[in-house]
């Protein structure tokens, strides 16, 4: 649900800006990423194997393939500086899904947007975008200018399930509706 927002999402490539390596925040993506689940004592930049075991099940439910994720490097270990050589080539950078380079393994089925713009797919990647990677990404969107066209109660956060359109949207239905206003709290959400 996205209401009064500018733009309702924005996929940043790390390859817009001519596949340049090493990316923007490559530091934050390797402290974050690969030092996180570094097998070792637990100490510095590593983690105890138990801990990253850890890791991968809490975010293996909603991420299944997680395990195969990784930020390109060569044998060695270094990570790409660049791309051309042997071991650091376009698909393996830029073009795999595993990489952590690739806006891949998103998902969003369905969005409703109120007094929103659109996604703010970034395409201007050699023609790539989130969409690339991820055709079916929001596969069903209704999009309306006030909350009254959804008989949506932004005080409360819940649909009017009895006259909703939402009811009959493609990808919605009756059913989303009734989970969505069992389900939805305003907790957290909005300034405090």
């Known amino acids: 649900m996205f209401k009064d927002v500018t733009y309702v999402g924005h996929d940043k490539l790390y390859h817009e800006s001519g596949g340049r390596l090493p990316v923007p925040n490559s530091k934050v993506v390797v402290e974050r990423f690969n030092d996180m689940l570094k097998v070792g004592d ?9 801990n990253v075991e850890k890791w991968y099940r809490r975010y293996g439910r909603q991420y299944p ?32 899904p595993d990489s952590v ?17 659109g996604f703010a797919y970034t395409d201007d990647a050699g023609g790539l975008s989130n969409k690339t990677f991820n055709p079916d990404f929001d596969s069903y969107h209704v999009k309306k200018d006030t909350a009254a066209e959804l008989a949506f109660d932004p005080v409360t956060g819940k649909f009017d399930a009895a006259v909703t359109p939402l009811n009959s ?24």
């Not at 637990?42 to 138990?50: D, V």
């Not at 390109?72 to 790409?80: E, K, L, V």
């Not at 919605?172 to 069992?182: K, Q």
């Open 42 to 50: 637990g100490t510095g930049f590593t983690n105890t194997r138990e």
């Open 65 to 96: 393939n997680i395990r195969s994720w990784y930020v390109p490097a060569d044998s060695t270990g270094r990570i790409c500086a660049a791309v051309g050589t042997t071991e650091c080539t376009e698909e393996y950078v830029w073009r795999d």
């Open 101 to 117: 380079y690739v806006p891949s393994h998103n998902v969003l089925t369905r969005s409703v947007s109120i007094a929103s713009g």
């Open 169 to 192: 949207a493609e990808g919605f239905g009756r059913r989303w509706v009734r989970e969505w206003n069992a389900r939805f709290t305003l907790e957290g959400i909005g300034p405090a």
